[in-house]
């Protein structure tokens, strides 16, 4: 009997989670802007998003998406269509007259979004990032064999979580440090910048990439 390929897989998995794109730069940008709790609770919506779409790798959902390119193409385009809001908002922040660090701080403590929100964020942009399906999927034909059982599924997607929850979770615990918050703040508009250019380029670049299913 053929064994699961964890190594391949999970090495696999790191990589895509782990590198800068539209999930990391939406946990930087809420916990340096509103602090470690809210970043924890977006990374939380992304972990759970993530976890989804390992499942919906791992029992076949891929399949549902590449009979039906109808329904892979709306959720790529609602995702497109949120990044580039979030460009737009990071754009408005950047062009707001610049204040002291502690003034800053305090307005941005006032306007913090609840909890709910900032999950509800973080599941939002997972979730309309079909590609994550696609390439879990060719991660499972891979490192899995055709005969595999429920529980070497379960095993793959336990590991799959904890890794995810690794990363995610330590992106808002490392950008919502105080050192980094404090540095972002005298830097907000140049960060703001940035983060409007990188968001704007993802939206633009999902809008514009063609999937062969």
């Known amino acids: 009997m053929q064994e699961i390929h964890y190594v391949l897989i999970l090495m696999g998995a790191f990589v895509a989670m782990a590198s800068p794109g539209p999930a990391t730069l939406a946990i930087a940008s809420t916990s340096m802007n509103q602090g470690r709790v809210q970043g924890l609770a977006l990374a939380s919506g992304i972990l759970t998003g993530s976890l989804f779409w390992s499942c919906s790798a791992a029992f076949g959902l891929g399949a549902v998406l590449y009979a039906n390119v109808w329904l892979f193409e709306s959720l790529r385009y609602v995702g497109a269509v949120y990044l580039l809001f979030l460009a737009y908002k990071s754009c408005r922040s950047a062009m707001t007259n610049k204040s002291d660090t502690s003034k800053m701080l305090a307005t941005l403590e006032t306007k913090k979004t609840s909890l709910h929100t900032a999950y509800f964020r973080g599941l939002a942009i997972h979730l309309t990032n079909p590609k994550a399906i696609l ?24 590991l799959l979580t904890i890794q995810s929850a690794c990363i995610n979770l330590g992106y808002a615990v490392l950008f919502s440090n105080p050192r980094i ?16 250019l990188m968001f704007g380029i993802a939206g633009i670049k999902i809008l514009l990439s063609k999937v062969n299913i």
């Open 181 to 196: 918050r404090q540095g972002y703040f005298k830097m907000k508009r140049g960060f703001d910048a940035a983060f409007t």
């Open 135 to 158: 390439f879990l999927g060719s991660l499972f034909a891979m490192g899995m064999p055709s005969s595999v059982s429920t529980q070497g599924l379960l095993s793959v997607i336990v």
